[in-house]
């Protein structure tokens, strides 16, 4: 098999931990107005996207998953009132970890999704898995000595 | 009245202060680091007999174990307490309040102007007591003294921030024959203002620790080039931390690490055969114990903000990682996320405790 084809083989594996009050909601929408949609998502429905903490994208990560998405209501709609905030700010820390350590930190995506978006919904999802897809496997795949 | 002069060299001026605090009543206690004269051995001592102050050794380029990390469970204090603490030590302090694990209600802090401890492997050489005079001049001419800790030559944090008390020591000529104790705050006035000495409005000149702080500045970036290309890319991070025996030490003595169950030690880090499985069959070897390199990564997006360098992380480390530089270097960049100084400010919220409606609009 040539590079290039191997390339086009690579189906990348992406998690999604998806907020239950809008961005879970906005992926059931998209599949019930039967939008198309990369079937590269394992989506993960959390109650909040401030639930998802550090070691829980980094265990993503080290486990092997190529791209992680982090999706949750838009700033000022959290329904707890302001997890998505602190969320961000998480967020922020964890990606300028990756960055200084140049663990490419473009596979973390964080997203904001309303319920009522089935549209958008697509769209992030197959941008990102295009942008995956582009970037190929993750590293950590194959490196026993990790 | 801001300062007062005293006619010693700044370490006897130090041990005078604290006699002076302890004959006067105006503390009960004073926590001070003390060289023991017949073995050479260092600790922390907590003394409320004046005598006990005759093996102090206020300034000596030795940190044992964080002081601020020991003031946490001295505190909240009943009755006053000095303490000596160095610039780093005092900030770590002022982080661990922030996080509910300490006061500094009754406390009495007195820092100086630091010019960086030795690695504890040099310091348990018999010869050490003869390196410290020579490390003194250096240091009051404003020098980077050769050996010290890494991120000590490298450490722009030097002149303590928010003590009520400083000593000044480092690019201080003066502070070999005399001893210069500037007063900061009420509480500093009210408690030392009694103490006897030439009294002035002496400031600390801020063009002379600039320069230091510029030389420093320039050891800085020459450290974080030499830890590049190691710790970049995977493969670097590999390099770096691959050597991890997974003791946790480094965790154990930073000052900022508070946390009584942390999560790496935890069960859900405890794996079962069926993960280990599951693992092999993707990976066809693994490396044991797990999870080395991953607990140095969970470290660094936990609290490398706060991270003030203080270098006991390194100097623990069994297998030579530099723990510290790695965490400095990486903590500068999440602290300017937020434009964030560790133990700069008590009142100052943790990052990760607030947030602003507008801001990192380009994350999501």
Partial sequence: ?146 | MSSINLDMSAPDGIIALLKYLLSSGKVSAVLVPRRNPDTGAYDIGLIADEAGLDSAAPVDPVMLANTGQILSSLTPAKRSLAVVLKPCELRAFVERVKREQGSLENVLTISYTCGGVFPLEKVIEESFADVIPNYLKRVASGEIVDGTRDTCRACEHFVPMNADVTISIAADAGSIAGCRIYLNTDRARELVGGLEGKQSDDEIDPAVTLKLAAKRKVEKEKLFNSLAPTGDGLDGVIEVFGKCVGCHGCGRVCPICYCLLCDFESRSFDYDLPYFEKELSGKGALRLPPDTIFFHLGRMTHMSFSCVGCGLCSDVCPVGIPVASMFKKVGEHTAALFDYVAGRDVEEKLPVMVYKEEEFSELG
Avoid at chain 1, 2 to 17: A, D, H
Avoid at chain 1, 54 to 60: A, V
């Fill in chain 1, 1 to 146: 098999m040539t590079e290039k084809q191997q390339e086009r083989e690579f189906t990348p594996k992406i998690v999604g931990f998806l907020c239950n009050w809008c961005t879970y909601a906005a992926a059931d929408l998209a599949g019930s107005t039967k939008l198309e949609i990369s079937p590269t998502l394992t989506v993960i429905r959390v109650m909040c996207s401030s639930r998802v903490d550090h070691n829980l994208l980094l265990t993503t990560f080290f486990e092997g998953a190529d791209g992680i998405l982090i999706a949750g209501c838009h700033p000022g709609d959290c329904h707890y009132g302001k997890g998505n905030y602190y969320a961000r700010r998480r967020y922020a820390v964890l990606k300028k970890v990756m960055e200084g350590l140049g663990l490419e930190p473009e596979r973390l995506q964080l997203s904001w999704v309303s319920a009522s978006e089935g549209n958008r919904y697509a769209d992030v999802v197959n941008a990102f898995s295009e942008k995956i897809k582009a970037l190929g496997p993750n590293p950590i795949n194959g490196r026993p000595d990790f």
